[in-house]
């Protein structure tokens, strides 16, 4: 199939790509630009462990075409770390074990990056619904729900400490 | 309490920032240059001979580097060395639809794909067997021709006198169960990269590297050794993250050899990397299992005997079979006190993907079956069913009628927890119509006590290296998989060493760096390379003790090793005086007093000579020790004691382990009457894990275990249709998402082990199986109705519901619905199938007597 050539703008910068048509945006992000954090879990977005966030929405960049992205602010998995640290959401994963073989996880952070700018101050319910688009093998998501709670908590602490 | 500094705090794995950046590599993250990737060519067909294999047409597609075939690789493998029934590719026979005929090697995925379509096999079609009862009936088109009535295996073990046990016994109950087949589902789909590299002696490719999603690196390494004739020493096998095992990594996958051939063949390096579908293919699954099962107990609550007959369906190939048969008769001792068993089983091969062992390997469904009669048992001696369990237990020390050694057991406290916080005694038989509680007992083993390969060799080993710069290098052949291994020996070394986690580095899994260790399977890695790296530790500790105490003057045993400093008892150091916290936080960079010095040891001794002689940094008591001794390092073995390894019977080797993990659960559950939807509502689950080192990781082993137990007790199962899977897909799998998942409340309980590191025993595996009989126990409680099949669907929950309002006998079990038509029965499917009047099977409540009038309709 004859190569397109493209604009991606993934984390902030901006790729010129030649990629067939057909590209899934997946394939894309692993094979052409290494960013391998994005995870294929499936074939057919049963399982968000390739979950993206297309202009701030998430998505399952394994059934998107690379090329109907273009003009479309991408965000990875390795576009979430802030100044070199990680996230509060991040560090939560890690320190309430949300994350045990990680594989899902990358999908996970950014559903719930997504979950958390649209509704900063989700209940139990909220959280339960936004990650039912990811699954988990290891976890059972209990761990996870803790982890989200407790980035809310971190936040609202750090917001609270910049307010005063 | 003993008091210690790093395990038993939860902490954060030490890879998890690298999983939650995304940052953490696995297999399939790798690209090497020059790579090309290959794709499987499998069967269509459930049982047929190949006449002949074309390949022409595919070698000639533009960008095909290579077509591999089975000639190509002819040397047979399997994970037992009694079942070397395998090949990287089939060339006789395919045996189940997904079975491997050929691999294209190409530049790109999208090539190598076109060219599978060209490639033409001629089959010769076979009969096929679905159905292990059917199966075992054949007398001709067998599976294997080695395998008479197609029976992998069967075994018969009569421990004690189980007639007179029956006899002794007020009550008897007999029953069917069956168990449908499931599957891991790990998230991470199976990935090989192969590469070769040129010898420079010889000028052609010499060494191989493979980077493999495996749980066993050792026993890859040896089964390519087999199939390439390539010796050990020239083969290398890297596992890098792995995104989740369940044992569907436990042992050498398909892709794995076929990577390897095809690069050797393509004379580039290969990945492979399965859909999900061929992931479904892969398998190695928990089988499809009849169980035929007879307790007899007394009117006080004991049993008197057991006996099971129990036929595994297990798939085209051995793979763990022969372990998984076994398990599943060993397991039913050691939970209880049984003074009489039975057991009679047959692992059965059938003409679909081979199953394997899948967390709680073999015990899961006797598990199920066992629990299910027990409370049966129980209701009809008037006892409650907590109250039976605890007329059961066993007396440890003990050795059990079939051999197991049980020392650690914590299953009286696990009882009496879960009933505690479930409020088992004051809610149950309480509770609103339709609202049921349910209990039920498991355990496990924490590595099984021999090895695969039968030899004396260590099953784990550990070294450690420490040199000037005071880093602590450990290298582990332990696979960490999710688990958190890497997490627990780290926790481990830096425990005994009084350093800091940050100070800590693993070196795991990589064959050239790292020493023999078996693998993770068998729930065995916490307890022996647990304990290989508590020995390898000791021994590099004790060289820096004696190095500190001649420079503190002092005897070894005054000192002591805590906060990455050295210190004799009952002196405070000064860092320690003036900020404890960052000197155990920060580790390296708090030791101060020698900061950038650590290099020019003489001056820094000379040094420290004019400091109090009470303490030393971890760094400077290094350092002194290389000075005196060298080289710092330290090495630890583990292998079980030859106490732990079981009886002298055919097949004794598979049960025994050091220790078993223990755990009692209740669930809570609602039964909708109309739509027979289960749904649970909470768990509650103790486990005896002897100690938990890392408790939020422990937490979360017992809650993916109870979560992935209640998968299959409510949706998980692999349906089939004339060999042919009908649910390759995760959301048709129906791994239950987070609106579905329960509350989950982990109960750690730590009978503290005798052998196992710091008493830690396995955490993984042990409480899964518990979970299903407590949910069917609890749909009992709830409306009245035993549940015989797994997973209790809504079909299966109206279909009992149905017999018990129309009073008749319904065997769930034979096959799966007996109302619905054989066809349907055949693969384990729908149950919603209404046949009309007389179609209707006889046992079906709502068959009418009179056949349906002619083209009536109904």
Redesign the interface.
Known sequence: MKKELIQLRVNGRTHELAIAPNALLLDVLRQELQLTGTKRGCDDSSCGACTVLVDGVAMMSCTMLAASCEGQEITTIEGVSEHGSLTALQKSFGDCGGAQCGYCTPGFIMTVQSLLAENPDPSEADIRAALSSNLCRCTGYQQMYEAVRAAVAAERQAAAGAGQ | MTDFSTIGK?T??V????????????T??F?VPGMLIGKILHSPYPHARIRRIDTSRAEAVEGVKAVVVGQDAPNPYGILPVGHDEHALTFDKVRYVGDNVACVVAVSEAIAEKALELIDVDYELLPAYFDPEESMKAQTDLIRDDKPGNVEKQYHHVFGDPEKGFAEADQVMEARFLANEVT??????HCTLASFELDPHTGRPGRLTVWSSTQVPYYLQHKLSLVLEMPMSQIRVIKP??????GGKSEVIPLEIIAAVAARKAQAPVKI?Y???EVFWAHRGRPRSIIDLKTGVKNDGRITAVQARVVQDGGAYCSYGVVTILYSGALLGALYDIPNIQFDGYRVLTNKPACGAMRGHGTVNVRFAFESLLDELAGKIGMDPSEIRCRNLLQPPCITVNGLRVQSYGLPECIEKTIERSGWKQRKGHLPAGRGLGMACSHYVSGAANSIIRSDMPHSTVNIKIDRDGGVVVYTGASD????SDTMTAQIAAEVLGCSLSRVRIIAADTDLTPIDIGSYSSRVTFMAGNATLLAAEEVKKRIAAAAAKKMNCAVEELDFRGDLVVKKGSVPRAVETDQAEVTHAGASASGRVEGQILRGSLQQKRQEELPNDWMTFEEAVVAAIDFQGTLTGTGSYAPPQEARGGKHHGAGVGPSPAYSYSAQVAEVSVDEETGEVTVHKIWAAHDCGRALNP??V??QV??S???GMGQALTEELIWKDGVLMNP???EYR?P???E?P??EPILVESVDPEGPFGAKECSEGSLAATIPAIANAIYDAVGVRLHESPFTPERVLAALRAKKHAKALNLTEGVDPTAPKSFREHGGSLSYRGKGAKRHALDAFRSEAPAPAGGAE
């Open positions: 939860s954060a794995m890879d998890a920032a690298r999983k939650t950046t995304g940052a953490g590599k696995y399939d993250d690209s891991h589902a790990a998230m991470e789909p993250l792995v995104g989740g095992g369940f990397t859909t999900r579908e998989i999710g688990q958190g939020v990781s937490e979360g809650i993916g109870v979560w992935m897909g995760l959301l791994t998402s987070s609106v998942s509350e989950i």
